[in-house]
């Protein structure tokens, strides 16, 4: 497989992580201060996402964004670690081995 294809295999799969809150999302302290509306605005912001460039995504595998709430700019990211969190994944474009895990934070706390 070329590079080109990983990088879209992992693509495909980080599209479908970030399209389904819940197991695997983490939200930091600033991120759950939003609120319930504003949580909700923030988590379907990142499920619609599509705002990808050269700029915030050079590898091609949809893995960042950020964008603003509230008056506020939020970032989101999805990290690969093995399948026990402990390390990173051998393989992201293998979820046979690769737990994803999207953070959703505010830039002030990058």
Do not use: C
Request: proline share 5%; no cysteine; hydrophobic share 40%.
């Amino acid at each position: 497989m070329t590079q080109e294809q990983l990088s879209q295999q992992v693509a495909q799969l980080n599209d479908a992580h970030r399209r389904q809150p819940g197991v695997g999302w983490v939200m930091t302290p600033g991120v759950q201060a939003l609120g319930t509306a504003g949580l909700a605005r923030a988590v379907e912001a990142v499920r619609g996402f599509d705002a990808f460039s050269e700029d915030n995504d050079p590898y091609g595998e949809r893995d960042f964004g950020s964008f603003e709430i509230d008056g506020q700019r939020l970032f989101w990211k999805i990290d690969y670690y093995d399948l026990s969190l402990t390390g990173a994944s051998p393989d992201p474009a293998d979820p046979a081995v690769t737990r994803r895990v999207l953070t959703l934070l505010l830039a002030e706390e990058y």
